[in-house]
């Protein structure tokens, strides 16, 4: 079965400074992942998708991730942090030909000045 | 504007009083679910279906039923809520080949 595991539930750091949010997913086939971000007491807006071609994947509002077969991770990543990312952020998967997400658990980034 | 629309936003119910969550897409979407969020558990599939008549459980669908009449809307039924079902509830739609999903704004449900 399908899992996805976000170590951190919560990432505090300050502003201007790099953050790396970490996702390991559990899969036996070819997968989709997705980051989406969830702003307070809103839904959630997709930030960015692997599903293939480069391992690389740049998304909105600065994040990019890379996705790493063998060590099955899809960490997400900023340079440098705005206040207004502070937000909760999910990692989700699917594999091949199936339209069903499975979330993480959620980091929240909290960005103090 | 592509979206997907719930309905209420917020809702306060008591324990054993039927409601109904309306989920409505205007993308022309095959798929559409519904998700649970809970603290610490992330958000977890209820029901979903596929298209018109064609639904199936999630991981999560004890105390839910759901229906889909009409490609647009896939409302979420409680048929007698109970505390256990106090959540953030979303829904979500796709089309067939895309993937990911667009996610309505959510639903705030208590159940007292």
């Known amino acids: 079965a399908q899992s996805v595991t976000q170590l951190d539930s919560q990432v505090p750091v300050f502003e201007e400074a790099p953050v790396e949010l970490r996702c390991n997913y559990s899969s036996s086939v070819s997968v989709y992942l997705f980051w989406y971000v969830q702003y307070p007491n809103q839904g959630l807006q997709l930030l960015l998708k692997y599903l293939s071609g480069s391992t690389l994947v740049k998304g909105i509002n600065g994040f990019e991730a890379e996705f790493n077969k063998s060590q099955t991770s899809f960490h997400l990543r900023k340079p440098s942090v705005h206040i207004s990312d502070t937000a909760e952020y999910f990692c989700a998967v699917t594999y091949t030909g199936f339209q069903k997400l499975v979330f993480g658990t959620g980091t929240r980034l909290l960005v103090s000045p | 504007e592509a979206q997907v629309t719930q309905n209420p936003r917020y809702l306060i119910t008591v324990t054993g009083k039927k409601l109904t969550v309306t989920c409505s897409q205007n993308?022309?979407?095959?798929?559409m679910s519904w998700y649970r969020q809970d603290p610490g558990l992330g958000l977890r599939q209820i029901y979903y279906s596929m298209n018109v008549e064609v639904t199936d459980k999630g991981d999560v669908p004890e105390g839910y039923k759901v229906s889909r009449k009409e490609k647009r809307n896939f409302p979420l039924i409680l048929e007698s809520p109970s505390p256990n079902q106090t959540s953030l509830y979303f829904c979500a739609s796709s089309s067939q080949g895309a993937v990911g999903y667009t996610f309505g704004s959510g639903t705030r449900l208590t159940v007292v």
């Open positions: 993308m022309n979407h095959e798929y």
